[in-house]
């Protein structure tokens, strides 16, 4: 089981990113997935999670900037970050649950598989 994060890097506030997730040894479909934040001295923050279903969410401070997706045909799983704001400055990381969840959970200690992370940082 292998997580990849990629994508990251520095940006100027009212501009965009798209993060990808890259995964080997599971589906990114038939599970929850999800991309978390955790800026220093912070706690890990759910930014967006999508179910197996396709349903998907993302945390009510993005006011709908953020969006997640996957190709299941390349098993990857991605987040496109719009009008970034320096706030949004963080690591991010790609977390799956195991399989049989009809709900996805919020907090990441629930996500089993994790990848090392990819940083994003928002200049004004």
């Known amino acids: 089981v292998q997580v990849v994060e990629s994508g990251g890097g520095s940006v100027q506030a009212g501009g965009s990113l798209r993060l990808s997730c890259a995964a080997s040894g599971f589906s990114v479909v038939n599970r929850c997935m999800a991309w978390f934040r955790q800026a220093p001295g912070t706690e890990r923050e759910l930014v967006a999670h999508?179910?197996?279903?396709?349903?998907?969410t993302d945390a009510d401070s993005l006011n709908g900037r953020f969006t997640i997706s996957r190709d299941s045909a390349k098993n990857i799983l991605y987040l496109e970050m719009n009008t970034v704001k320096p706030e949004d400055t963080a690591m991010y990381y790609c977390g799956a649950t195991r399989v049989g969840w009809k709900s996805c959970p919020t907090a990441s200690p629930w996500y089993n598989y994790w990848g090392q992370g990819t940083q994003v940082t928002v200049s004004t």
């Open positions: 999508i179910g197996r279903f396709g349903g998907s």
